[in-house]
């Protein structure tokens, strides 16, 4: 697409297209193999799973494929536990859980150790690509896997953040616009500052920073990719897109709720994680969103909330589950990977081959 | 840009960019003028204006060039007024009236006749483009300015306010995504829902209405313009990079704020006028906040302020001024609208010839 783009370099991918390490089943070992085999990258999303079962994932994908696939890890974050302020946001729960016959759960002190695992995984299991959400690795994370030559891909809400992201040492940093679904990978400022919108965000990261820059948030099709890269990004992450396609292994009422969704219908939340991330509103929102400023921090309240969620999907309840979406979620369909990405790849030529040209 | 542009065909312009008619003195005939001469469209923010101070500015403008240019006016809203209100308001205001040594300000009842009077000037003087914000008007207002050809642009924030402008007759509509500065056009939504990112509310309006549509938000250089126009809107409408423009009537101390500022500087706020509206965080903005949920409607607060920020303007004091921003402000920079408006040209030059080839 560009005469120059380091991020197909960097990847070994013939399109600058990330499917995003969406954590929380939604990367089948399926969708990522797809993803791959086609010429972009698949991720899986490796948030929540134990080491265990990140290497199964691991080598379940390269059963299915021989391209570079990437694994997207949360740099851990271990707040301390307050026995208090649990068994009051339980109570808040109560009814939920109560309406599902979930029984309390308990919550385990948050620790780096599942993390570590995971490095450890990515590292013995020759993983090209390894992505980092929730903040930067350690120069020693980092150094390790470089030694392995994993290519390195970062997150960045804001400019200084990306600029963070540079100078540990990443190769490549996601720039996050306030349009993408899912958890916000805001960790220099407060939530609130760091929503700045993709068309804004992108242009003012790739002129602060020479590592090449990948567009995140509302990017849904061919429209959406050219205009990022536009703007001065060399590749795109899009996780909405890939959430109601056939491969995924999001749960059906999720992609319903997706496909069945306006530009207005999400909103920034931390009912859920403890952390903001980006959701269809539903009744757990709505009843949740007044105890917000009460509700222990990320993991805690994900570990809280999490039995619930699962029986939730279980029972069929989408007004209890965690919905994330991107707002460009009118462009979402329900179609393979194959599909889409042909679709894009159409679409983008006829773009630059009919509608461009001479002022 | 593109083999068939129905803005600048609508519009007999040559360029599809609109710079933004923002209220409060930004929008001199020194910038209108200097805009439409160059072959865009120059607007008149004409929100605060009396029709006689409205009436003037479009006969200076037109001693000033020959091109079109428009007028923007507020679709009127007359919320009752709350004596007790107004009074508890006014306490929380008194410690910025002494600093600065204001008078108490008395309110009038809101009314709809400034506005009557600004579409008889319209009409009157036969300004080539009316565009509204805050609403859309009614259809005796869109016929009656119609059967004097006079092109029509309304306001969108969200998919269906842009269906809401294309029914009641609007010739085009700008979709004003979450990046903008100045006041949200928001009117059929709450303000959180209707805050979706460019990227992804351009895509979305285009896919649901006929009429042409314009993109605005975090617009500042030849790359968010391309990349709007590949994300299918006919054109762009851009406010903060004409703030700082030499020609911009705006005040030094909101120029400099912009010129000094990041991405992540500004915030959302009803705080100034009762209306959200994007500016750069202050010290007005930190103090008065907590008490958002209390202020009387716009334009009620707006009544309540305005003499404060005026004097604020006076003494030089920025932080108690309405400084209204985007989030594309890492990119403004002072220079004339000519040698602004030449960059953007080379650089979209540029960016079709040789950076764009095909996959």
């Known amino acids: 697409m560009w005469n120059e783009n380091r991020v197909t370099d960097l990847l070994h991918i013939t399109y600058p297209i990330i499917q995003a390490g969406m954590a929380g089943g939604v990367t089948s070992p399926t969708l990522v193999a797809a993803v791959s085999n086609y010429g972009a990258l698949g991720n899986i999303g490796a948030g929540y799973m134990t080491s265990t079962q990140l290497r199964e994932h691991i080598q379940e994908?390269?059963?299915?494929?021989?391209?570079?696939?990437?694994?997207?890890?949360f740099v851990p974050e271990?707040?301390?536990?307050?026995?208090?302020?649990?068994?009051?946001?339980?109570?808040?729960?109560?009814?939920f859980r109560e309406a599902l016959n979930v029984q309390k759960v308990a919550v385990n002190t948050p620790s780096t150790i599942t993390y570590e695992e995971q490095i450890n995984v990515i590292m013995e299991e020759k993983v090209p690509v390894c992505s980092f959400t929730f903040g930067i690795p350690s120069k020693e994370v980092v150094q390790r896997l470089k030694q392995e030559n994993i290519?390195?891909?970062?997150?960045?809400?804001?400019?200084?953040?990306?600029?963070?992201?540079?100078?540990?040492?990443?190769?490549?940093?996601?720039?996050?616009?306030?349009?993408?679904g899912g958890h916000r990978g805001t960790f220099l400022h407060s939530s609130k500052e760091?929503?700045?919108g993709t068309t804004?965000?992108?242009?003012?990261?790739?002129?602060?920073?020479?590592?090449?820059v990948i567009a995140a948030g509302g990017i849904m099709d061919g429209?959406?990719?050219?205009?990022?890269?536009?703007?001065?990004?060399?590749?795109?992450?899009m996780g909405t897109a890939f959430v109601t396609s056939e491969e995924s292994g999001a749960n059906e009422l999720h992609k319903e709720a997706i496909l069945q969704s306006t530009e207005d219908a999400s909103v920034v939340t931390k009912v859920f994680s403890g952390k903001e991330a980006r959701g269809i509103r539903?009744?757990?929102?709505?009843?949740?969103?007044?105890?917000?400023?009460?509700?222990?921090?990320?993991p805690i309240q994900n570990m809280l909330t999490q039995p619930l969620r699962k029986e939730a999907a279980k029972q069929q309840r989408p007004e209890w589950m965690s919905l994330w979406s991107g707002q460009?979620?009118?462009l979402s369909k329900r179609q393979s990977v194959r599909d889409m990405m042909d679709h894009i790849v159409e679409e983008i030529d006829h773009l630059i081959q009919h509608k461009l040209y001479k002022w």
């Open 61 to 73: 994908i390269k059963k299915r494929t021989d391209n570079p696939f990437g694994v997207n890890v």
């Open 78 to 95: 271990t707040p301390e536990v307050h026995t208090a302020q649990i068994e009051k946001v339980d109570t808040y729960l109560a009814p």
């Open 151 to 180: 290519v390195l891909i970062g997150t960045a809400t804001t400019v200084q953040e990306a600029m963070a992201n540079e100078a540990i040492g990443m190769d490549i940093v996601v720039a996050q616009g306030s349009e993408a």
């Open 194 to 196: 760091a929503m700045i």
């Open 200 to 212: 804004a965000l992108v242009p003012q990261v790739v002129d602060r920073v020479q590592i090449p």
């Open 223 to 237: 429209r959406g990719i050219l205009s990022a890269l536009i703007l001065g990004a060399e590749g795109v992450q």
């Open 282 to 298: 539903n009744d757990f929102v709505d009843k949740m969103e007044v105890y917000e400023d009460e509700l222990p921090k990320y």
């Open 328 to 330: 460009g979620s009118r």
